[in-house]
Structures are given as C-alpha cells and as structure tokens.
C-alpha cells in the first residue's frame, strides 16, 4: 500500500495511520443537516422548555463522532462514524497529548493534511495547532444528552469554566471550530460553529436546563 503524503519531516510510522484509516470504513458524503438558529425557539412560550429545547438542539453537534471522538472515556481516541479506536494504538499521555515518541503532532499537523494515495477512502489527515484530546473528566463516550449536560455545568469537570467561559469555548475556540472543517472526506457537525454558539447562549440565558436521564 503506498501513500504520498503531502508534507514532509513527519515520522515513517505516520504511514501506518493512513493504513488505519483506509481499513476503516470510508466516510466521504459531506453532511448537510442544519441547525436551528437560536431565534427560532422564541415560539415556546415556557422558558424552561426552551432552554431545554436548545440544549437538544446543540446536542445534534455536541454528539456528533467529530465531537465525541476526541473525548473518549477510555485513554484512546476514537475516529471515524464508526467512532471504532485509533489505529495505530495511540493513548492519552500528558495533557491529552499521547505518549512519548507517538505524541499526537507526530502525524496531526497544524492544519489538515491533504493524502494522495491508491485509494478514495482516505484523502486527508485531520489536523490543528492545539491538536489533543479532552481530559478524561470530560468524557463525553457512553453518556446521554442529560449526563453531558450535567458534565458541562460542572467546574469540576468542564476545566473550571464558568458558563460564560462555556459559551465562549464553545462559540470561539479553534479546535471545537474543526468540527465545522474536519477535512476533505469527513462528515462535519451540523451548521455553523456561530450558530451553535448563538445557541449555547440562549440555552444559558434561559437558565441552563438539562434534558433528564
């Protein structure tokens, strides 16, 4: 199997995540589903099912598998639709970024990395300058919309953020706005990382409501 990949100075062993990935199964279709803009649910008269309306809302994008993949609830990442485990065997290591000599910027660049090779199941590898995955505390794998939400009010579990530092996480930061460019052959979330982030505003000027379960 050979692939050309379109850098350079990145290790050998490199070769074998795009070998993983072309074992996986191929995801090229690009995803069209919208989000509801914030000012739409002005309709439900009830503040509390609003808030509650929105959060399921922005869970169309919060669990998606470009989302949930990069926080697991094991030490590996996951990948693709499948969300089936990294291939090479990668691990959490040190502030989410892998392990000694298989550190996450050893094959994820600054920037997605576009792939040349014999097949059309791989054509780019995902990449950022704050590339890592989410700490453990932040588990979104296996939990309902309900739990995540909890998680997400939690400082102990969201980083110590405030729920305004949450709106502004969600709506500004670079690698959550990956979702929205995740490379070419990759599905993105759905919408905009601005209209979601409109949305994660209105869900917490209306009081942050949880789905239940």
Same mark, same amino acid.
């Given at each position: 199997m050979k692939i050309k990949l379109l850098f350079s100075g990145v290790a050998a062993h490199c070769l074998i995540v795009g070998a993983g990935i072309l074992l996986a199964p191929a995801v090229v279709a690009q995803n069209t589903a919208s989000l509801r803009t914030a000012e739409s649910f002005q309709s439900i008269a009830d503040e509390r099912a609003r808030s509650l309306a929105l959060f399921e809302e922005a869970g169309k994008v919060i669990q998606h598998p470009r989302c949930v993949n990069c926080h697991? %609830?094991? &030490?590996?990442?996951?990948? /693709?639709?499948?969300?089936?485990?990294?291939?090479? $065997?990668?691990?959490? +290591? !040190?502030?989410?970024?892998?392990?000694?000599?298989?550190?996450?910027?050893?094959?994820?660049?600054?920037?997605?990395?576009?792939?040349?090779?014999?097949?059309?199941?791989?054509?780019?590898?995902?990449?950022?300058?704050?590339?890592?995955?989410?700490?453990?505390?932040? %588990?979104? &794998?296996?939990?309902?919309? /309900?739990?995540?939400?909890?998680?997400?009010?939690? $400082?102990?579990?969201? +980083? !110590?953020?405030?729920?305004?530092?949450?709106v502004e996480h969600m709506a500004k930061d670079d690698l959550v706005g990956w979702g929205w460019q995740p490379g070419d052959g990759r599905e993105p979330v759905p919408g905009t990382q601005e209209e979601f982030g409109k949305i994660i505003r209105a869900w917490v000027d209306t009081g942050a409501v949880c789905p239940s379960g």
């Amino acid at each position: 199997m050979k692939i050309k990949l379109l850098f350079s100075g990145v290790a050998a062993h490199c070769l074998i995540v795009g070998a993983g990935i072309l074992l996986a199964p191929a995801v090229v279709a690009q995803n069209t589903a919208s989000l509801r803009t914030a000012e739409s649910f002005q309709s439900i008269a009830d503040e509390r099912a609003r808030s509650l309306a929105l959060f399921e809302e922005a869970g169309k994008v919060i669990q998606h598998p470009r989302c949930v993949n990069c926080h697991p %609830a094991t &030490e590996r990442p996951l990948q /693709g639709m499948s969300m089936h485990p990294h291939q090479p $065997p990668v691990f959490r +290591g !040190d502030g989410g970024m892998g392990l000694v000599g298989m550190q996450c910027n050893t094959c994820h660049s600054e920037q997605n990395t576009p792939v040349v090779g014999q097949a059309d199941t791989l054509k780019s590898i995902p990449g950022n300058p704050a590339w890592h995955l989410a700490p453990i505390e932040m %588990a979104w &794998e296996g939990k309902t919309l /309900g739990q995540i939400c909890v998680q997400l009010k939690d $400082p102990k579990r969201n +980083g !110590d953020k405030t729920m305004d530092q949450i709106v502004e996480h969600m709506a500004k930061d670079d690698l959550v706005g990956w979702g929205w460019q995740p490379g070419d052959g990759r599905e993105p979330v759905p919408g905009t990382q601005e209209e979601f982030g409109k949305i994660i505003r209105a869900w917490v000027d209306t009081g942050a409501v949880c789905p239940s379960g």
